[in-house]
């Protein structure tokens, strides 16, 4: 008759579990310093052993993640030093403390920096001595069977009429059958599996590592340029043909990719009708590229999402608006400016504004030199009623608003301004002969006469649109996204993977009748190392069956069943 038994496991470091219970994780064991007898040397390896212990490495991610809010809540100089000015001076209290701490550049302060470089550290000197271990662990061989196997969490025995020697070899065959690492260690067979489990966390470490250096290469290489180009004009580049700029500390102007552009032609359609009516369907821009100074024109097409790929750097379509083509001439008849002039859109249906300034070869009625500044106001679908805002994105029917003024622009007076912006400090606006403001809504081809024989402004039937581009240099994307799966990866298997170990030992029992014993040990409790036994044991006793005890006389052996120890999981 079969006898089957549960015990508990034993606590750690008792004598008769010995090599069994040991190393089924490569975390290494830490022994309380002897702090009377600590000195300089003995204090520095009790920091080094906190520094690279796993609680520390996970406190020093949690205190980077958070470290990480500020930065993207409160604005970075490197990203827009103007929306940091604007908060200094909305918030004069509060900036001078967050200058202190660094806060308007988090990512290069000091305290995230030591907090990054810390866990850099942590989980080198973590990682490396685990996976020296796990090395050796793969190549040794599962320890052998403890003295006494009722002491596991998982135990069953029986009596079989087969030898020992063909209960350890259908049993080694067993578990070799079912991926166990089995080998005969005296007259036990010791096996083990799940070892992806540890190969699992050591990737989930090591992906760490990888993500935290792919960024750090990516914060100090990076560069990142925004170009609006109007249809027909081209782009180079180089650092002075990007109307905005930012790089990383360690990037130069040689790591610029040599190439050339020009917008062609770009496209857009929109929905026509129904509740999305307005919304873009396609963005295109046509380009004719150009790599290195020698290099053939290629033609090509840039959408959303689909950036043109150069070297390193990367062309992406960020943006798009409106160019009407104006036409200024003075009292004489003269041009003085005729250019296509990009405005900025305001809203999704594209109503756009922006500033004219004529700065040179401009003279008024009495032959002074003056400048000519316009406000412009565009509306691609203009609708009668309603001048404050378009109807729709695309050229329905386009009208311009501009409203005139004479002066001085301010541009002489070496502070830097925006070109979409009109600074009307030192501008005198034109008046009709009501004294009114000289403002007209322009439809394409038609012009406004300026008072006084002061010349005349003409919005041209043609109607360019320009594209924004942004040429961004991420150096080390590919290593961190690489880094991310592999984490993802690693995780999933640490979570879902379970190492344990399983022991069948076959002798000879008093009477001449062979006793079987299984036992398992998994690095946690869990149900999983009960059952798994349970159906080895079935297998086994298929193969070795069960002879009745001495004082049972009936001839139906029960089959071997498996039960959780005390305190596990059922």
Same mark, same amino acid.
């Given at each position: 008759?079969?006898?089957?038994?549960?015990?508990?496991?034993?606590?750690?470091?008792?004598?008769?579990?010995?090599? *069994?219970?040991?190393?089924?994780?490569?975390?290494?064991?830490?022994?309380?310093?002897?702090?009377?007898?600590?000195?300089?040397?003995?204090?520095?390896?009790?920091?080094?052993?906190?520094?690279?212990?796993?609680?520390?490495?996970?406190?020093?991610?949690?205190?980077?993640?958070?470290?990480?809010?500020?930065?993207?809540?409160?604005?970075?100089?490197?990203?827009?030093?103007?929306?940091?000015?604007?908060?200094?001076?909305?918030?004069?209290?509060?900036?001078?403390?967050?200058?202190?701490?660094?806060?308007?550049?988090?990512?290069?302060?000091?305290?995230?920096?030591?907090?990054?470089?810390?866990?850099?550290?942590?989980?080198?000197?973590?990682?490396?001595?685990?996976?020296?271990?796990?090395?050796?662990?793969?190549?040794?061989?599962?320890?052998?069977?403890?003295?006494?196997?009722?002491?596991?969490?998982?135990?069953?025995?029986?009596?079989?009429?087969?030898?020992?020697?063909?209960?350890?070899?259908?049993?080694?065959?067993?578990?070799?059958?079912?991926?166990?690492?089995?080998?005969?260690?005296?007259?036990?067979?010791?096996?083990?599996?799940?070892?992806?489990?540890?190969?699992?966390?050591?990737?989930?470490?090591?992906?760490?590592?990888?993500?935290?250096?792919?960024?750090?290469?990516? /914060?100090?290489?990076?560069?990142?340029?925004?170009?609006?180009?109007?249809?027909?004009?081209?782009?180079?580049?180089?650092?002075?043909?990007?109307?905005?700029?930012?790089?990383?500390?360690?990037?130069? /102007?040689?790591?610029?990719?040599?190439?050339?552009?020009?917008?062609?032609?770009?496209?857009?359609?929109?929905?026509?009708?129904?509740?999305?009516?307005?919304?873009?369907?396609?963005?295109?821009?046509?380009?004719?590229?150009?790599?290195?100074?020698?290099?053939?024109?290629?033609?090509?097409?840039?959408?959303?999402?689909?950036?043109?790929?150069?070297?390193?750097?990367?062309?992406?379509?960020?943006?798009?608006?409106?160019?009407?083509?104006?036409?200024?001439?003075?009292?004489?008849?003269?041009?003085?400016?005729?250019?296509?002039?990009?405005?900025?859109?305001?809203?999704?249906?594209?109503?756009?504004?922006?500033?004219?300034?004529?700065?040179?070869?401009?003279?008024?009625?009495?032959?002074?030199?003056?400048?000519?500044?316009? /406000?412009?106001?565009?509306?691609?679908?203009?609708?009668?009623?309603?001048?404050?805002?378009? /109807?729709?994105?695309?050229?329905?029917?386009?009208?311009?608003?501009?409203?005139?003024?004479?002066?001085?622009?301010?541009?002489?007076?070496?502070?830097?301004?925006?070109?979409?912006?009109?600074?009307?400090?030192?501008?005198?606006?034109?008046?009709? *002969?009501?004294?009114?403001?000289?403002?007209?809504?322009?439809?394409?081809?038609?012009?406004?006469?300026?008072?006084?024989?002061?010349?005349?402004?003409?919005?041209?039937?043609?109607?360019?649109?320009?594209?924004?581009?942004?040429?961004?240099?991420?150096?080390?994307?590919?290593?961190?996204?690489?880094?991310?799966?592999?984490?993802?990866?690693?995780?999933?298997?640490?979570?879902?993977?379970?190492?344990?170990?399983?022991?069948?030992?076959?002798?000879?029992?008093?009477?001449?009748?062979?006793?079987?014993?299984?036992?398992?040990?998994?690095?946690?409790?869990?149900?999983?190392?009960?059952?798994?036994?349970?159906?080895?044991?079935?297998?086994?006793?298929?193969?070795?069956?069960?002879?009745?005890?001495?004082?049972?006389?009936?001839?139906?052996?029960?089959?071997?069943?498996?039960?959780?120890?005390?305190?596990?999981?059922?």
């Amino acid at each position: 008759m079969s006898n089957t038994t549960d015990k508990a496991a034993p606590a750690a470091g008792e004598d008769d579990l010995g090599a *069994a219970g040991s190393q089924l994780s490569t975390a290494p064991t830490e022994d309380a310093p002897n702090l009377p007898s600590l000195g300089v040397i003995g204090w520095a390896r009790w920091f080094w052993r906190q520094l690279t212990s796993m609680r520390v490495a996970l406190l020093l991610l949690l205190l980077l993640s958070l470290g990480a809010i500020p930065g993207s809540l409160i604005p970075q100089t490197s990203v827009d030093e103007t929306k940091v000015a604007e908060f200094r001076k909305a918030h004069e209290t509060l900036a001078p403390i967050y200058d202190k701490l660094g806060l308007f550049h988090v990512y290069s302060s000091v305290w995230f920096s030591a907090i990054y470089i810390l866990l850099f550290i942590s989980l080198i000197g973590c990682i490396v001595p685990r996976t020296w271990q796990f090395v050796g662990q793969l190549r040794g061989r599962p320890p052998a069977a403890p003295k006494r196997l009722t002491r596991l969490p998982a135990y069953t025995t029986w009596r079989t009429g087969a030898a020992p020697e063909q209960v350890r070899a259908s049993a080694l065959a067993l578990l070799s059958k079912r991926r166990f690492r089995a080998h005969l260690a005296g007259d036990a067979v010791a096996a083990e599996k799940g070892y992806l489990r540890e190969v699992g966390n050591l990737a989930f470490h090591i992906a760490l590592i990888v993500m935290l250096i792919a960024f750090a290469w990516g /914060q100090l290489f990076k560069s990142e340029g925004n170009k609006l180009i109007v249809e027909g004009d081209g782009f180079s580049n180089t650092l002075t043909q990007y109307d905005d700029f930012k790089s990383g500390s360690l990037f130069s /102007q040689d790591d610029l990719d040599p190439f050339s552009f020009t917008l062609k032609d770009f496209k857009g359609t929109y929905e026509a009708t129904g509740p999305n009516r307005g919304t873009p369907r396609t963005y295109e821009a046509d380009l004719d590229y150009s790599v290195g100074a020698d290099g053939k024109d290629e033609k090509t097409t840039v959408k959303v999402n689909e950036p043109l790929e150069i070297g390193d750097s990367k062309v992406y379509l960020v943006s798009h608006g409106y160019a009407p083509v104006i036409t200024i001439r003075d009292g004489k008849g003269n041009v003085v400016y005729r250019d296509a002039v990009p405005l900025l859109p305001l809203d999704g249906n594209v109503t756009s504004t922006g500033a004219i300034k004529v700065m040179d070869g401009y003279r008024n009625a009495k032959g002074e030199r003056e400048q000519l500044g316009f /406000q412009a106001f565009f509306l691609p679908s203009y609708v009668k009623g309603n001048e404050l805002a378009s /109807q729709f994105p695309a050229l329905r029917n386009p009208v311009l608003n501009l409203e005139a003024y004479h002066g001085d622009l301010g541009v002489d007076a070496g502070i830097p301004q925006s070109v979409y912006q009109l600074n009307k400090k030192n501008l005198t606006g034109f008046k009709d *002969a009501k004294g009114a403001q000289v403002r007209e809504n322009l439809k394409p081809g038609e012009s406004m006469k300026l008072p006084n024989g002061a010349g005349t402004v003409t919005f041209e039937k043609e109607i360019k649109e320009w594209a924004g581009f942004q040429v961004a240099r991420q150096p080390g994307s590919g290593w961190a996204l690489a880094g991310s799966l592999a984490a993802i990866f690693g995780l999933a298997a640490s979570l879902f993977i379970q190492r344990r170990r399983v022991w069948v030992r076959a002798t000879t029992g008093a009477d001449g009748v062979t006793v079987v014993e299984m036992a398992g040990l998994g690095r946690s409790e869990s149900a999983k190392v009960p059952e798994e036994l349970g159906d080895l044991a079935g297998i086994l006793y298929d193969q070795a069956p069960g002879a009745p005890d001495p004082e049972d006389d009936s001839s139906d052996t029960p089959d071997p069943q498996v039960v959780p120890a005390e305190g596990a999981e059922k």
